[in-house]
């Protein structure tokens, strides 16, 4: 599953732009570039799937939109949400016992503050059925 949300660009006057995800309501931002204007959705995106996990709210899964510009948080918000989404509703001690660690330990995977290894990344795929892909872009 590739973490990427659709936002959408749009023009504002009298100068700049203006930026809003379909998929999460509360996260908007704005840029007088359009360069700009993809960073700071970057880290909009980052911060608002950071506080709907710190709240225990729902993730929605990322949308396809014609058009749209598809926006990937950061790497940490990226591993939390994949680590959430993959889940599903299974609780996090069935998580643990898949890894053979701690409730705490298998908690952490889905807490953006938290930097996990890859090793832990890579055993969290495998315990959830699915395969650890990197990529550069």
């Given at each position: 599953?590739?973490i990427?949300?659709?936002?959408?660009i749009?023009?504002q006057?009298?100068s700049?732009?203006?930026v809003?995800f379909?998929?999460?309501?509360?996260?908007i931002?704005q840029?007088?570039?359009i360069?700009?204007c993809?960073?700071n959705?970057?880290?909009?995106?980052?911060?608002?799937?950071d506080?709907?996990i710190a709240?225990?709210?729902?993730?929605?899964?990322?949308?396809?939109?014609k058009?749209?510009r598809?926006?990937?948080?950061?790497a940490?918000?990226?591993?939390?949400?994949l680590?959430?989404?993959?889940?599903?509703d299974?609780?996090v001690?069935?998580l643990a016992?898949?890894?053979e660690?701690s409730?705490?330990?298998?908690?952490?995977?889905e807490?953006?503050?938290h930097?996990?290894?890859?090793r832990?990344?890579?055993?969290?795929a495998?315990?959830?059925?699915?395969?650890l892909v990197?990529?550069?872009?």
């Amino acid at each position: 599953m590739n973490i990427r949300y659709p936002a959408i660009i749009k023009s504002q006057k009298p100068s700049g732009y203006f930026v809003r995800f379909p998929d999460i309501k509360e996260a908007i931002t704005q840029g007088e570039t359009i360069d700009e204007c993809l960073f700071n959705a970057a880290e909009v995106l980052s911060l608002v799937l950071d506080h709907r996990i710190a709240e225990g709210r729902p993730i929605p899964k990322p949308s396809r939109i014609k058009g749209a510009r598809m926006i990937a948080p950061d790497a940490k918000t990226q591993a939390a949400v994949l680590i959430r989404l993959m889940r599903g509703d299974r609780p996090v001690s069935e998580l643990a016992r898949a890894l053979e660690t701690s409730w705490p330990s298998a908690q952490r995977l889905e807490d953006p503050k938290h930097w996990p290894s890859l090793r832990q990344l890579e055993k969290a795929a495998t315990a959830l059925g699915k395969r650890l892909v990197l990529s550069f872009e």
